[in-house]
């Protein structure tokens, strides 16, 4: 396998942390595969990147024969749009590196958690495009083939985790109403949006489930291809919901259920994107 970690300058001089697992091909088996891969990026109420959502999701990922990557994005004080941009250069990193990484190009899927399915979506739907032109990117270039939002902060009204929107606008955008609206990814689902795979907890108790709920009528009235699971318990930020991921001193940190997850996302990546390509 080879592991490439390396530096992506924000817009304000701040650095995100962009590190790529790509799975060797072997002349024994299949020396032209390409593989779907899954651009992970971690939650951490754009304060910081949750150590428990970005590796350990990773290595789930590399176990079911994808590639991944893990975006640690500028958080705090950096404002919007400094993490956008970020995410932007490293889907074309993975796009420009396709043959070097053996990465299927036309199957990245952008996975976030919390903040950082707000960050995915914002990359995922057409809620930055505006900006991310301003800033010389093209949207659609950069555009994720497929998204998973886990317990994801998706909405800026009335089920806002409003302490999320605070960190990305900072003091001067938090209450900037045409920002927040930019910034809402349920009022940007159209056409444009892949394939979704989304997943919560009823029970969330920083992130209300209603938000999850709203984004995925907005899917389904926008004819946009998405699968939903919403669990009947569990807490913020389970991540796999396991033993080895459970937050230090957090009993109720794993939960079976919740932990059905992740292979119900593995098949929903198998369905939309295959396991790999044999480059002709």
């Not at 949750?50 to 893990?70: F, Q, V, W």
């Not at 993975?94 to 990465?103: G, K, P, S, T, V």
């Not at 949006?193 to 989304?198: A, K, L, S, V």
């Amino acid at each position: 396998m080879q592991y490439i970690n390396m530096n992506i300058e924000g817009i304000d001089g701040s650095k995100a942390d962009f590190s790529v697992y790509s799975i060797d091909n072997s002349e024994e088996m299949d020396p032209h595969r390409r593989r779907p891969t899954v651009l992970v990026i971690p939650g951490g109420g754009y304060e910081f990147t949750s150590d428990r959502e970005a590796e350990p999701i990773a290595l789930k990922i590399l176990g079911a024969g994808y590639n991944a990557a893990i975006l640690r994005y500028s958080c705090a004080p950096a404002v919007y749009p400094t993490a956008l941009l970020e995410a932007a250069d490293a889907m074309k990193l993975l796009r420009e590196n396709a043959d070097a990484w053996h990465i299927k190009p036309d199957a990245i899927i952008a996975a976030g958690f919390s903040a950082g399915g707000h960050l995915a979506g914002n990359l995922a739907t057409t809620a930055g495009d505006e900006t991310m032109r301003s800033h010389g990117y093209d949207p659609d270039a950069v555009r994720p083939n497929g998204l998973m939002l886990g317990y994801a902060v998706t909405t800026s009204g009335e089920y806002a985790h409003r302490d999320s929107f605070d960190k990305l606008l900072g003091y001067k955008g938090k209450d900037d109403v045409r920002l927040l609206e930019e910034v809402s990814i349920d009022k940007h689902i159209d056409a444009k949006t892949p394939p979704t795979f989304i997943w919560h907890t009823v029970t969330d108790e920083l992130v209300p489930v209603e938000g999850a709920m709203m984004t995925f009528a907005a899917y389904v009235r926008a004819g946009v291809n998405v699968e939903a699971h919403f669990f009947p318990t569990g807490h913020h930020g389970l991540s796999l919901a396991t033993a080895d991921v459970a937050a230090a001193g957090d009993e109720q940190g794993v939960d079976v259920g919740v932990q059905q997850w992740m292979p119900l996302f593995i098949e929903w990546l198998k369905r939309n994107f295959g396991e790999q390509e044999t480059k002709a």
